[in-house]
């Protein structure tokens, strides 16, 4: 059963934007976070990009800063990133995740989304 569901990937030029979306009617107040987090092709580990706690602290990853944006909705019940000056090397599978109990890391994820695709063409 998808818990997590994402949309909102696609293909985009170099300086375009993209909004994904997460929702996540289980999770978004049980959660000590919610994130995003990015695989790259080629790449076995996962990058943590963006994260939102229930307070509404966030995290962005340098690679992001300033050109991403987290934000939560708890009426809707989701988590959407608005991706700004989108270069190629942000071309990854984008996950939305829940991390239940810990600190807000990918080893600590408790859910995982299906994850959707974003390719930044140069």
């Known amino acids: 059963q998808v818990q997590l569901v994402e949309s909102g990937g696609g293909s985009v030029q170099a300086g375009g934007s993209l909004t994904l979306s997460c929702v996540a009617p289980r999770y978004t107040h049980a959660s000590n976070c919610m994130a995003w987090i990015r695989q790259a092709p080629g790449k076995e580990e996962r990058e943590r990009v963006a994260s939102i706690e229930p307070d509404g602290r966030t995290y962005y990853s340098d690679f992001v800063k300033g050109r991403f944006t987290i934000t939560l909705d708890h009426a809707k019940n989701t988590v959407d990133l608005l991706m700004s000056s989108l270069k190629p090397e942000d071309t990854a599978m984008y996950y939305c995740?829940?991390?239940?109990?810990?600190?807000?890391?990918?080893?600590?994820?408790?859910?995982w989304g299906q994850g959707t695709q974003v390719t930044v063409s140069s």
């Open positions: 995740a829940s991390v239940l109990f810990g600190s807000c890391a990918v080893s600590n994820v408790d859910v």
